[in-house]
T-cell receptor, first 111, second 112 residues
Framework: KAGVTQTPRYLIKTRGQQVTLSCSPISGHRSVSWYQQTPGQGLQFLFEYFSETQRNKGNFPGRFSGRQFSNSRSEMNVSTLELGDSALYLC??????????FGAGTRLSVL | GQQLNQSPQSMFIQEGEDVSMNCTSSSIFNTWLWYKQDPGEGPVLLIALYKAGELTSNGRLTAQFGITRKDSFLNISASIPSDVGIYFCAGGTTSGTYKYIFGTGTRLKVLA
């Protein structure tokens, strides 16, 4: 089976712009979770989607949003980008609420 | 956000040495996972633990689910240069809906 695929791998944006990141889960996995990873804060949970519904949410502002499509692919959107949003954004997929398998991540740099 | 306490934060070891790291929390978890992350890549699952007291091996790696369900340990035997990376623990909880909380990471550097 193919692993979790995240696109793009790298992004450079400027403050105030918005960005959309994409995640294709492992075939058959219906749960997709998003994490933000920074050197200072480690891995922080953003939200989890299951069958197109947000089932769990972390403590991030409303500028961070996501959605899941009927084929389980998920997108994450960040509006009005701030410098502090620079991070590695990781997507993980799982069957039900089981072990999470991660993609390689999208490295976002906000200038 | 919430994170688990992982120690040591970083360590330098000689090739061939054994390594131990641990993860502790004030909360009880139902699952413990251990991941390794290489620079610029996502975390890769090493070992999954499902029961208190469980001891599981994966090659030179051995991990244990603490009896209190509040901690977990990872040991690497006879380290090699490719063991370099950051090791993360993750505790899974079913409080509400299932969620994972990650440790702060242990950065391992192996000296050949």
């Amino acid at each position: 089976k193919a692993g979790v695929t995240q696109t793009p791998r790298y992004l450079i944006k400027t403050r105030g712009q918005q960005v959309t990141l994409s995640c294709s889960p492992i075939s058959g996995h219906r749960s997709v979770s998003w994490y933000q990873q920074t050197p200072g804060q480690g891995l922080q949970f953003l939200f989890e989607y299951f069958s197109e519904t947000q089932r769990n949410k972390g403590n991030f502002p409303g500028r961070f949003s996501g959605r899941q499509f009927s084929n389980s692919r998920s997108e994450m959107n960040v509006s009005t980008l701030e410098l502090g949003d620079s991070a590695l954004y990781l997507c993980a997929s799982s069957e039900q609420q089981n072990i999470q398998y991660f993609g390689a991540g999208t490295r976002l740099s906000v200038l | 956000g919430q994170q688990l306490n992982q120690s040591p934060q970083s360590m330098f070891i000689q090739e061939g040495e054994d390594v131990s790291m641990n993860c502790t929390s004030s909360s009880i978890f139902n699952t413990w996972l251990w991941y390794k992350q290489d620079p610029g890549e996502g975390p890769v699952l090493l070992i999954a633990l499902y029961k208190a007291g469980e001891l599981t091996s994966n090659g030179r790696l051995t991990a244990q689910f603490g009896i209190t369900r509040k901690d977990s340990f990872l040991n690497i035997s006879a380290s090699i240069p490719s063991d370099v990376g950051i090791y993360f623990c993750a505790g899974g909880t079913t409080s509400g809906t299932y969620k994972y909380i990650f440790g702060t990471g242990t950065r391992l550097k192996v000296l050949a």
